[in-house]
């Protein structure tokens, strides 16, 4: 009965975080998945990012992200352009989790 229990935790740990959204931020561009450029306003973006607070609270590529302390547990690593024209996609940073999303849906198998 115990072990029965232990298999049901694994598959429900196992399927739960496949939909997260786990972001790592790298130090080389040539180590990153993807390069974000961080935009000044909502319209710029094509993805609205909200940045939570725990795994379990991350999306399915719905603009909830949780930040990883290392790269084995990402799903995408990321690395922080310094320009617009450099990057493969524009984020903006949201107060709501909400307010989370694509603008840009065309972008939106960047992060799959």
């Known amino acids: 009965m115990k072990s029965f229990f232990l298999v049901v935790a694994v598959f429900f740990l196992t399927v739960g975080s496949m939909n997260a959204q786990k972001i790592y931020s790298v130090d080389y561009s040539s180590q990153a998945d993807v390069k974000v450029f961080v935009v000044d306003y909502e319209s710029q973006c094509d993805l609205k990012v909200y ?6 609270q991350a999306g399915d590529n719905d603009g909830k992200w949780f930040f990883v302390d290392y790269e084995s547990q990402s799903d995408k690593t990321i690395y922080f352009v310094d320009y617009e024209s450099q990057a493969d996609l524009k984020i903006y940073f949201v107060d709501y989790s909400s307010q989370a999303g694509w603008k840009n849906s065309s972008k939106k198998s960047i992060m799959y």
Request: hydrophobic share 15%; net charge neutral.
């Open 51 to 56: 940045k939570v607070d725990y795994s379990s």
